[in-house]
């Protein structure tokens, strides 16, 4: 048994600091503690933020999206071109998209890719509602904005199988150069994709 150098509610802030994405015990540990030395700076109004987060915030009934109104932000705002859909797998796909001030349309969250190994099947994800929004005769665009992995291409193949009867154009992301890359540094995957998805100058 490791030593305990604290009381339980201290270890057990530490552990659910811990359970956080990119926090391992050590910088949980670390975390914990600088919440409590800012105990009236930051500790408690982040518990307060959580405690409103929990309070108010939902999952929109249309794309999926997470936010404190119901259909979303996003959903509702009537400058946004309602005729495409820009299909991602997660609200944080969404969320860089929209830092990126990438395209003013609406959106479609999956909730993840297909997995086979995983036990992902098109069940668990938010397929059905997509191929029902893609029928809405305003939409005559469906981006697939997946990840350029096995299974998010692997999705994007299935979803534009099931959506042949819609009346949309489907697209998907380019894949090649990020923008600031070097040739010499890329992959052989990446070179041959951006050469086969050349567009003219
Ligand atoms: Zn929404």
């Known amino acids: 048994m490791p030593a305990v150098a604290a009381g339980p509610e201290i ?50 009934r249309v794309c999926g999206n997470i936010d404190t109104q119901n259909p979303c932000t996003v959903c509702t705002d009537a400058r946004r071109d309602p005729a495409a859909i820009v299909v991602v797998a997660d609200v944080a796909d969404l969320w860089a998209l929209e830092r990126a001030r990438a395209i003013n349309a609406r959106y479609h969250v999956l909730g993840g890719t297909l997995s086979p190994l995983d036990g992902v099947g098109p069940d668990d994800l938010s397929i059905a509602a997509l191929v029902k929004r893609a029928h809405d005769p305003a939409v005559n665009e469906i981006i697939l904005a997946l990840n350029a992995t096995v299974d998010g291409q692997s999705t994007a193949h299935y979803i534009t199988d099931l959506l042949h009867d819609a009346k949309v154009k489907v697209t998907r992301l380019a894949h090649g150069v990020p923008v600031g890359g070097e040739l010499d540094y890329l992959d052989e995957g990446t070179l041959a994709a951006a050469i086969r998805s050349r567009t003219p100058f």
């Open 11 to 60: 270890e057990r802030l530490i552990q659910l600091l811990a359970r956080l994405p990119g926090l391992g015990p050590r910088s949980a540990r670390r975390a914990a503690l600088f919440l409590i030395k800012k105990r009236e700076t930051l500790m408690a109004p982040l518990a307060a933020a959580l405690q409103t987060a929990i309070e108010k915030i939902e999952v929109c």
